[in-house]
């Protein structure tokens, strides 16, 4: 059985350089490692240069524009090479466990097609990467509860790309990820999508540290816009009842925007009046299929 890697990276240098050590560390091998450097401007170029050198299994490949984590996902996964059986997908932060995928292999069995491992992040189990869907109209879904890795697997309907194994015939057959998403939701849909074929075995003690800060403040950010509107696009396609996933959405994008554009009334805070126009935004751009990154909440600056 050949293994291969797909790591997006963006100037994360350092983040990178220890997931790729531990990928070299694994008791079983992948056989090819591909990193996608999404235009970093922080060294990361140079870095893979001398990294690859003498290293005919590992493949750099640098985008000329930031594509985003979806389409860092789509652009590695076109370049997996054919011997491969399965493709595992992870971003830089993800730092796999030596037995990661010795522990995987360990479980692999006719008929499944997509595997993960347990994301442990500040040395606890990070619940919300491995999910189960509770309502096919509205596409509601519930986490695993920590209490389901006590065994040597669960089953689930979502994972999230941080630590998710697929096997190649699969992904010749559904395709590619949606590159078009840029962040946020590609690891869902691509989960709905492989669900027609396959649920996801999750090998509970494959294990990955992911370097995440998951204590920050949760406000809306540029983050937030993307998965708003993708989640219009993901409603369209896998719900069973499309229609009524659009009017809940649009419920949802009208009342979130009246709330915050009462509280930026109330507190004189532009910041709440930028989230009532990202509501908004989100549902126009979403409905009309406007995809790709949007010049307008771009990665990392601030709500306009």
Request: aromatic content about 12%; proline content about 4%.
């Amino acid at each position: 059985m050949n293994y291969s890697v797909i790591v997006v990276t963006f100037n994360r240098l350092d983040l990178l350089k220890t997931c790729l050590e531990q990928i070299s560390r694994q008791t079983l091998p992948f056989a090819h490692t591909i990193v996608v450097d999404n235009c970093s401007t922080d060294g990361t170029a140079a870095f893979l240069a001398e990294y690859t050198q003498n290293r005919p299994d590992i493949l750099s490949l640098k985008t000329e524009e930031n594509i985003g984590g979806a389409g860092g996902f789509a652009f590695g996964a076109a370049w997996v090479p054919e011997d491969s059986d399965y493709v595992l997908f992870i971003d830089d932060d993800a730092i796999l466990d030596e037995r990661f995928l010795e522990e995987i292999d360990k479980e692999i069995e006719p008929g499944v097609k997509t595997y993960t491992g347990s994301v442990y992040t500040d040395g606890q189990i990070h619940t919300s990467h491995r999910r189960r869907l509770t309502n096919r109209t509205l596409l509601t879904m519930q986490e695993v509860p920590a209490d389901a890795y006590a065994a040597p697997f669960f089953m689930c309907d979502i994972g999230s790309f941080c630590g998710m194994l697929v096997a190649c015939d699969l992904i010749r057959q559904i395709g590619l990820p949606a590159a078009e998403y840029f962040s946020q939701l590609d690891d869902v849909e691509y989960s709905l999508r492989v669900l027609s074929y396959s649920r996801i075995k999750n090998v509970n003690a494959a294990v990955i540290d992911h370097r995440a800060n998951i204590n920050a403040p949760q406000k809306l950010n540029w983050r937030a816009f993307y998965s708003y509107r993708n989640w219009i696009d993901v409603g369209e396609k896998y719900s069973s009842h499309p229609a009524v996933f659009l009017l809940y959405r649009r419920l949802f994008h009208v009342l979130g925007s009246l709330y915050y554009r009462f509280l930026g009334i109330v507190r004189h805070d532009a910041y709440y009046t930028a989230c009532a126009r990202l509501h908004k935004n989100a549902w126009r751009d979403g409905i009309r299929h406007n995809y790709g990154i949007s010049q307008t909440y771009r990665p990392g600056a601030p709500l306009p």
